[in-house]
């Protein structure tokens, strides 16, 4: 969260609006209309539900009020507008007081595929509609209150429980695996790889596991771990998860299943 970015977010007028160029808008529009095709039949059905109720424009990017509206009313959370990036003690905060970080910047059209960052489409196509459901919310609000609390180091640990759970958790439905992570669900590449490749492991959820298990930001993930349903996150939030982050360090991390990052020549 502390790297450089090459993206500016647009800042919110007097009134609380964004004012968003037509390209802005036209990116959106084509971003949403080609993930809505899909998704079908690979999304969860809470996810879908959640975007029935926030009913994003398809032609525009929502204005964060139209958001809040939804997400307050449903189970009591709000979108905050942020920079392009924030550190983790902002990300915390801002989860432990259910508000979720929205950068108010989208993806340029040479990076439409794939980017690093997460844009408003990414926090608002991709998480948004989950924080309708209440399981979801109270997982997101918990780890929020745990990670502010946290160490430096403990905050290393919890970081990747959210990368499996919230951005690349996947879950059993109805005798199949469905999407609910944000990071997939907002990637085209990603939620056809993650679901229908033989490539990535698939473990059962063991946060313990998850807590141990590398993972880099700017691949297909080699890893997924699988719910059962999407209440037993109601579970994992109720469980000591600070204990089971000291029972991860005792244990140590898995070996990576990835190469690592090539560093660039100074």
């Known amino acids: 969260m502390s790297k450089t970015t090459q993206y500016v977010s647009r800042q919110s007028d007097e009134k609380g609006i964004i004012h968003w160029s037509d390209e802005d808008n036209a990116v959106w529009r084509d ?5 809505l095709e899909i998704i079908q039949g690979r999304a969860c ?18 204005q964060l009020a139209e958001v809040n509206q939804v997400l307050e009313r ?6 905050a507008e942020v920079p392009a990036l924030i550190n983790f003690d902002e990300f915390f905060r801002l989860l432990a007081n259910k ?58 640990y919890l970081a990747r ?10 879950l059993r439905q109805n005798g199949d695996l469905r999407i609910y992570g944000g990071g997939i ?14 490539k990535p492991d698939r473990h059962e959820m063991d946060p313990v596991e ?18 059962d349903s999407l209440d037993e996150l109601f579970g994992i939030a109720d469980m000591d998860i600070m ?19 090539e560093k660039m020549a100074s």
């Not at 926090?123 to 309708?132: Q, S, V």
């Not at 669900?185 to 679901?195: D, H, K, R």
């Not at 700017?218 to 997924?224: L, S």
Request: proline share 8%; charged share 25%; hydrophobic share 40%.
């Open 31 to 35: 971003l949403v209309t080609r993930q």
């Open 74 to 79: 449903e189970t009591g959370w709000q979108v």
């Open 185 to 198: 669900l907002s990637s085209p590449g990603e939620t056809l790889y993650a679901l229908e490749s033989d």
């Open 161 to 170: 429980l959210y990368w499996f759970t919230v951005e690349f958790g996947l």
């Open 210 to 227: 998850a807590l141990r298990t590398p993972y880099r930001i700017d691949i297909m993930q080699p890893v997924y771990y699988v719910l």
């Open 243 to 261: 204990a089971l982050v000291e029972k991860a360090k005792g244990l140590g991390l898995h070996k990576p299943k990835f190469p690592p990052k």
């Open 45 to 62: 059905d809470e996810y879908m539900q959640g975007l029935e109720l926030i009913d994003l424009p398809r032609d525009r990017i929502p």
């Open 99 to 156: 508000r979720f970080p929205v950068a108010t910047f989208i993806r340029t059209r040479e990076e439409f595929d794939y980017l690093q960052e997460p844009d408003i489409f990414h926090e608002i196509f991709g998480h948004c509609p989950l924080l309708t459901n209440p399981a979801f919310a109270h997982f997101t609000h918990t780890y929020g209150k745990l990670g502010y609390a946290a160490s430096k180091q403990d905050r290393v």
